[in-house]
C-alpha cells in the first residue's frame, strides 16, 4: 500500500482548514490510467487534476481501472481506489457501469479522464440526475487510426471507411486481427460519447476534431494542461563540450507518435549525436528493428519505460527534445516537462504542438523526415536558436500555471451545476 498511498503528498492533511468558499458540489473521476500504475502522461495530468481539486477542499474520489481491487485509500477530501482493468473498450465499461450501480457512488459530477469510459458514465449519469463530462484527452470516439487522421477530413467519413482504416493501422498481426472487434467497439463508443453533459478539450486542434465530428460546440469548453511545478528545474551550466548531441523523445511507442518519421531523419544527421527513445508501447519491435535495418545501434538507444523520477535524468542531459507526432495529439504533458527543463523543441505541425510553443520551438512537416532531419540539424549545429527557443520557453510555460488552469477547471465544473 505504501508505494500507493505516496500519491496523496499534496492532499491537505486530516483537520486542515479549508477555504470558506469551498463549493460544495462533489466529483468523481473515473480513469483508466492513474498512478503509481500508469502507462503515459494522462495518468499524470489526472493525478494533477485531482490534487488540485483536493488542495482546494473539493472533495474528489478517483476510480482508476489500472491495477488489482484494493479498499479505499483515505485522505481528508476524497478516496482513491483502484480496480482491475480491461483491454477492451467494452471491458472498460462493464466493470466500470458495474461499480457504479454497485457504490452508487456520492456524487454530482462523474469526469472521465480520457474518453474510454465514458458511455458507461453517461448511462448511470443519465439514470441517476449525474452530470457527466469527459477530457477529451485522445481521438477515441471519432477515429480508428489516429497516425492517418487528417484534420478537417476524417472526422465525417462513414462506419465502413472507419473499419477500412482501422485495418491500415500499422501494428503486429495479433492486433490487425483484433481491429474488427475494436471497430464495433468504437461505433458504440462514438454513439455513447455524444451525450455527455459537457467536454474539455486541451487545445484549439482538439475542440475542432470534434467539432469536425458533430459534437456541440455549446457543450465543449477549451481547458489546457497544466505544468507539473515540481518539475521546474535551474538552468546548469552547458557541458556539450567534447560529447555527442543527445536528442530524447519521451512517450509511449505506438505509430500515430511518429518515431518512424523521426529515427529515419535522424539516419540523414551527420555523426556526433545520438537518440534516447524513453517509453514503451506496441510499436517498440518495429522501430527496433528498423533501427537493426538502418545501422543505427548504438546512436539510437531505447530505455524502454521509466519512473517519472528517473526520467528526468534524460531531460536533464539532453539537447533537444522531438516531439513528432503523426496525430493530432490533444496537449502533450512531454512538452510541459521539456519546457520546465528550459529544452529548446521540434515540434511536428500538426495537432496543438506548434500552436502551444509558437517561439519556444521550430516546427517541421508532418510525417516529413527530410524537413525534420533539417530542422533537427539546424537546432543541433546553431547554439543562438537553440538558447533563443528555450528562453521563449519561460514565458509560453507561465500560460500553463495549475493556478490558472484550475480557476478555468472549476468555472467549468460550476457552469454544468448551474
Keep these: ?83 482491475r482493468t480491461s483491454p477492451t473498450l467494452g471491458g472498460l465499461n462493464r466493470l466500470a457501469y458495474r461499480e457504479l450501480r454497485r457504490r452508487a457512488p456520492e456524487c454530482d459530477i462523474i469526469h472521465v479522464y480520457n ?46 471507411d472507419s473499419l477500412a482504416c482501422a485495418m491500415r493501422r500499422p501494428g503486429p498481426l495479433r492486433m490487425r486481427a483484433f481491429m474488427p472487434y475494436h471497430w464495433l467497439q468504437f461505433i458504440w463508443l462514438h454513439r455513447r460519447s455524444r451525450r455527455a453533459d459537457g467536454y474539455i478539450a486541451l487545445s484549439e486542434a482538439t475542440r475542432q476534431c470534434y467539432l469536425d465530428a458533430g459534437y456541440d460546440p455549446d457543450r465543449i469548453r477549451l481547458v489546457p494542461n497544466m505544468y507539473d511545478p515540481h518539475l521546474r528545474t535551474d538552468p546548469s551550466p552547458s557541458t556539450n563540450v ?38 514503451k508501447g506496441s510499436y517498440e519491435p518495429q522501430l527496433k528493428q528498423m533501427v537493426s535495418d538502418m545501422g543505427l545501434e548504438g546512436r539510437v538507444i531505447f530505455t524502454g519505460f521509466m519512473e517519472k523520477e528517473e526520467i528526468g535524468r534524460y531531460y536533464g542531459m539532453a539537447d533537444v527534445f522531438v516531439h513528432p507526432a503523426l496525430w493530432p495529439e490533444p496537449f502533450p504533458r512531454t512538452i510541459l516537462e521539456a519546457l520546465s527543463h528550459r529544452l529548446p ?25 527530410l524537413d525534420l532531419a533539417k530542422k533537427l540539424q539546424l537546432l543541433l ?22 493556478d490558472t488552469v484550475m480557476t478555468q477547471i472549476m468555472e467549468f465544473y460550476g457552469s454544468l451545476l448551474s
Aim: overall charge neutral; glycine content about 10%; charged content about 20%.
Design 242 to 279: 567534447g560529447r555527442n548531441r543527445v536528442i530524447l523523445y519521451v512517450g509511449r511507442l505506438e505509430p500515430e507518435k511518429g518515431l518512424q518519421v523521426l529515427i529515419k531523419a535522424f539516419a540523414l544527421l551527420t555523426e556526433g549525436s545520438v537518440l534516447y527513445i524513453v517509453g
Design 381 to 402: 549545429d546553431d547554439d543562438m536558436i537553440r538558447h533563443l527557443t528555450a528562453q521563449a520557453g519561460e514565458e509560453v510555460l507561465r500560460r500553463y500555471h495549475p
Design 345 to 369: 523543441m521540434l515540434v511536428s505541425d500538426s495537432g496543438s504542438s506548434a500552436a502551444i510553443l509558437g517561439k519556444a520551438a521550430l516546427s517541421f512537416t508532418n510525417g516529413d523526415e
Design 115 to 160: 474518453t474510454q469510459q465514458l458511455p458507461a458514465a453517461v448511462r448511470y449519469g443519465r439514470s441517476k440526475g449525474k452530470k457527466v463530462t469527459a477530457t477529451l484527452n485522445n481521438l477515441a470516439p471519432i477515429c480508428t487510426n489516429p497516425s492517418d487522421y487528417v484534420e478537417g477530413e476524417c472526422a465525417s467519413c462513414r462506419p465502413l
Design 1 to 83: 500500500m505504501e508505494s500507493i498511498t505516496k500519491w496523496h503528498g499534496h492532499c491537505p492533511s486530516k483537520g486542515a482548514s479549508l477555504p470558506s468558499n469551498t463549493p460544495t458540489y462533489r466529483i468523481l473521476v473515473i480513469t483508466p490510467d492513474y498512478p503509481p500504475r500508469y502507462t503515459g502522461g494522462c495518468a499524470f495530468s489526472c493525478q494533477l487534476l485531482v490534487e488540485g481539486l483536493r488542495s482546494r477542499g473539493i472533495r474528489t474520489d478517483v476510480w482508476a481501472f489500472n491495477g488489482d481491487p484494493s479498499p479505499p485509500l483515505e485522505s481528508e477530501t476524497g478516496d482513491t481506489v483502484y480496480f
